[in-house]
């Protein structure tokens, strides 16, 4: 197809439908969206995939062949453009994979008629189980999640480091730093590997920032390295940490979100606030010119969130050199009085629900002007319908109708 120039089409009205194909008042009944590969993120299933296959990344285009604003990816490829010809800058950015190996019950399955707790449907791979450790339960999984990393490295996607984390059953599997766009197909492609082999095991590996009513959320954050470093201060703290608010809008995009994001369990914490090696901040600064994204979890799409962040860092960068009114955080800011918080700069708190990030994002029009305001309206309306639709279930079905789709 691709030596001839044909291409796969879809209709145009997809684009305006949600994960049960509800449709949305921005559903077009006309026209189609030509799928353009991005050849350089072809790449091999792994080796236990019983059909010999491969996965590529793609751009829209229309019937002419032209980029569509409304497409994630080409949104995404012009930020980078922008910052690299205009600014003179480019990013490597390294995402962490943190998931939930969940089994199910099959004496109490989740129905439509029977609607038990997400607790009862599903039980964590392991429940001996803290940040690092290896009991003799876990051991037991090292050949379920060794079969993981060896998949993956096999098909050239390179884990650096994995480890258990916090919550029961849950992992996190670390990728290498990569410009964007191959940050983001190695992010894609990862995430599919480790789904079907847990699927392959009976077993359910879950993005949902919060799976479980008790214990550690989900997170994917996101490391994200300035080259050259010198105005990374312009870049994050004049740009990111200013429209941090309304980037959660994408970086954190359910309401099951936000429950995950707690004061004092090094989820970022409450307050709009950076600093050095400071994991109760959502804008982390490891070094001069890398710094960590902590408000983020699997539920994002990686273009919006990524783009949402660049396009904050360009803000920042357009308005020069400036003294910054928020001071590097030495400390946990939950831990501090009002005026100890001010001290350094900290007086706003970060949305505490998605309908007030969607709020800040509304309000922040030097953001939607960088990122496209049809694109981002057309985001506002389908994240609206889809919250109607959540909304329509209860606690423990609407848990559970996202637990098995990421």
Not at 85 to 99: C, H, K, M, R, S
Not at 164 to 169: I, K, Q, V
Request: charged content about 20%; overall charge negative; proline content about 7%.
């Amino acid at each position: 197809m691709i030596r001839e120039g044909d291409r796969i089409s879809i209709s145009q009205g997809n684009t305006g439908t949600l994960q049960n194909d509800t449709l949305t008042s921005i559903v077009n009944t006309t026209g189609q969206i030509l799928i353009e590969p991005d050849l350089r993120s072809l790449r091999r299933t792994h080796s236990k995939d019983p059909l010999k296959s491969a996965t590529v990344l793609s751009y829209w285009r229309s019937e002419t062949g032209a980029p569509l604003p409304s497409c994630p990816r080409t949104s995404l490829e012009t930020l980078i453009n922008t910052l690299q010809y205009t600014n003179a800058t480019t990013l490597l950015v390294g995402f962490e994979i943190e998931v939930t190996f969940l089994s199910r019950s099959p004496s109490n399955p989740f129905t439509s008629t029977s609607k038990p707790s997400p607790e009862s449907v599903f039980s964590p791979l392991t429940t001996t189980h803290a940040w690092g450790t290896l009991s003799p339960e876990q051991f037991l999984q090292l050949p379920f999640l060794s079969e993981i990393v060896t998949s993956l490295d096999e098909m050239g996607i390179e884990i650096i480091q994995f480890h258990s984390e916090s919550g029961a059953g849950q992992y996190e599997f670390i990728l290498p730093p990569h410009p964007p766009l191959l940050a983001i197909d190695t992010l894609i492609q990862a995430r599919q590997v480790i789904s079907q082999i847990a699927a392959q095991h009976g077993f359910r590996a879950t993005l949902h920032p919060k799976p479980l009513e008790r214990g550690a959320g989900t997170a994917a954050h996101a490391h994200i390295s300035l080259h050259p470093p010198d105005r990374d201060m312009q870049f994050f703290v004049g740009g990111v940490l200013a429209h941090l608010p309304a980037i959660c809008a994408f970086s954190m995009p359910e309401a099951s979100s936000y429950k995950r994001v707690v004061d004092d369990e090094w989820t970022g914490g409450k307050w709009v606030a950076w600093g050095t090696q400071n994991r109760e901040v959502p804008l982390r600064r490891v070094k001069d010119g890398r710094w960590e994204i902590r408000c983020l979890d699997g539920l994002a799409n990686p273009y919006f969130a990524l783009g949402a962040t660049i396009a904050a860092g360009l803000l920042g960068l357009q308005s020069g050199e400036q003294l910054y009114a928020q001071l590097d955080l030495p400390f946990n800011p939950s831990g501090l009085d009002d005026a100890g918080r001010a001290h350094y700069g900290v007086t706003r708190q970060m949305p505490g629900r998605l309908e007030e990030a969607v709020e800040a994002l509304k309000g922040d029009g030097a953001l939607r002007e960088v990122l496209d305001q049809e694109m981002v309206s057309d985001y506002l309306v389908m994240k609206d319908a889809e919250q109607k639709m959540l909304g329509e279930m209860d606690e423990a079905e609407r848990r559970v109708f996202l637990i098995e789709r990421y």
